[in-house]
């Protein structure tokens, strides 16, 4: 029997090892770039995040959420982490339940799985890319510039749009609304948000530990803690993921509500600037010692005191107001960057057109989805790969285990 599988990204690599584990299945692995695994490469800052503890516990979302639970309690973190044991791939685990390779280096996950898959029953064709699937009788013929490939089963693993640069693209989801498959709409997800506050510009590169708060007309839409960074256009880093999904999404107006010192309390941070009365320094250094000192400049002047005022001259409002500024700072939000930017997509393939216990097509017998190309998106923090992993291994095995 033969598998055909499009897409040699993580769920892709993933299914063909599974699919290859029956010794009568004969795996071919399409990849329309020149190497395998090429955003696998590049994700986790080039570390990659391959997965995260708490995902057999949820982190996941689309129209049916629930849809990925089976895949994941299948194949959960823990035998995910026996399998790349036993591929050979040393890893860490992080204390927020993020785990890299042990090299600290995507490559490592890249090259494992490229060393697993040289198996004589698995064949990987890169720089070829499925044009069209087309269902004859019992097998499905896919076509390729270079020629046409005869499959018994076929897995779409082509991914979705996000990270365009890395190959994010289009493809998976024509080739299966060709085959009559539906999707939602297309969003991307964990990304940058863009403001329309010109003080953005002022404080480019300044990172700072946060409790973020996302308001849409006042009501709190999403919110979490850790690190900020601003860029040229708005506000990005590891907090801004968590809470990027949806964000501008439909109409009112999306402010992120920032509070730059979340373990300390108002009272105690006036006490200190109180302190600070007894001393001849001008406001520019209010919050020196405390904010990283270009924030502290710019959150002193958004609460509408001069550099030059000596500190000695503020009022108790003034020093009120500073307080306000690193407490609750309102940075209004126009739009999340774009696909290119986003690290995944959310929306994608209807699930509930696929069987959940074996990813296979309801419209289609012998056609099998995995991946980011369906409905399914996960948090940030190793979220999307395990998912990767679960859904391709789930796919690769019921593709391969069935008989003709
Ligand atoms: C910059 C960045 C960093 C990230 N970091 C992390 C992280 O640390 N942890 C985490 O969990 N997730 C991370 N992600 C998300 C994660 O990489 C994806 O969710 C995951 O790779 C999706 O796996 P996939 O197999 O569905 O798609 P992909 O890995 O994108 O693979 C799809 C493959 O299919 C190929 N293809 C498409 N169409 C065709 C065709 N017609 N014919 C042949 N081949 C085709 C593509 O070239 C591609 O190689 C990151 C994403 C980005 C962009």
């Given at each position: 029997m033969i598998v055909g599988i499009i897409g040699g990204g993580a769920s892709g690599m993933a299914a063909a090892l599974a699919a290859a584990e029956n010794p009568n299945v004969q795996v071919l692995?399409?990849?329309?770039?020149?190497?395998?695994?090429?955003?696998?490469?590049a994700t986790g800052n080039g570390r990659c995040n391959l997965t995260n503890l708490h995902a057999a516990h949820g982190g996941y979302h689309g129209e049916n959420a629930a849809f990925a639970q089976r895949a994941i309690h299948d194949f959960d973190p823990a035998r995910t982490l026996l399998w790349f044991q036993e591929l050979g791939l040393f890893t860490v685990a992080e204390e927020s339940g993020r785990v890299y390779p042990y090299s600290d280096q995507a490559n490592s996950v890249v090259d494992v799985l490229r060393f697993a898959l040289d198996k004589p029953n698995i064949q990987v064709l890169t720089g070829v890319e499925i044009t069209k699937v087309r269902r004859t009788g019992d097998t499905f013929t896919l076509e390729t510039a270079q020629g046409k490939h005869v499959c018994h089963k076929v897995i779409v693993a082509c991914g979705g749009l996000a990270g365009t640069k890395l190959g994010g693209s289009m493809a998976g989801y024509k080739l299966l609304s060709k085959m009559g498959h539906h999707a939602t709409k297309l969003r991307p997800t964990l990304v940058q948000l863009k403001s329309s506050w010109g003080g953005v510009v002022s404080l480019k590169g300044v990172r700072a530990n946060c409790h973020a708060r996302i308001?849409?007309?006042g009501a709190v839409f999403a919110e979490s803690a850790g690190e900020l960074q601003f860029t040229e256009y708005g506000i990005s880093g590891p907090v801004i993921f968590e809470i990027s999904r949806d964000v501008c999404q439909g109409a009112g107006q999306w402010l992120c509500r920032l509070d730059f010192l979340p373990d300390i309390s108002?009272?105690?941070?006036?006490?200190?600037?109180?302190?600070r009365c007894?001393?001849?320094?001008?406001?520019?250094?209010?919050?020196?010692?405390i904010l990283h000192n270009r924030l502290g400049r710019v959150l002193t002047k958004a609460a509408g005191i001069s550099a030059?005022?000596?500190i000695r001259?503020?009022?108790?409002?003034?020093?009120?107001?500073?307080?306000q500024a690193v407490k609750?700072?309102?940075?209004?939000?126009?739009?999340?960057?774009?696909?290119?930017?986003?690290q995944v997509t959310a929306g994608g393939i209807l699930t509930a057109e696929f069987d959940e216990t074996t990813m296979e097509s309801k419209l289609v017998p012998g056609l099998y989805?995995?991946?980011?190309?369906?409905?399914?998106?996960?948090?940030?923090?190793?979220?999307?790969?395990?998912?990767?992993?679960?859904?391709?291994?789930?796919?690769?095995?019921?593709?391969?285990?069935?008989?003709?």
């Open positions: 692995l399409f990849e329309r770039q020149a190497r395998l695994g090429r955003k696998l490469q308001l849409r007309d108002r009272e105690k941070l006036l006490a200190a600037l109180q302190r007894d001393t001849a320094l001008t406001a520019e250094d209010l919050l020196t010692g030059n005022t000596p001259a503020l009022s108790q409002e003034a020093l009120e107001a500073v307080c609750a700072f309102d940075v209004p939000l126009t739009e999340p960057l774009g696909m290119d930017s986003a989805a995995c991946g980011e190309v369906l409905d399914i998106d996960g948090d940030c923090g190793g979220y999307n790969l395990q998912w990767a992993w679960s859904s391709g291994r789930l796919a690769g095995r019921s593709a391969g285990k069935e008989t003709l």
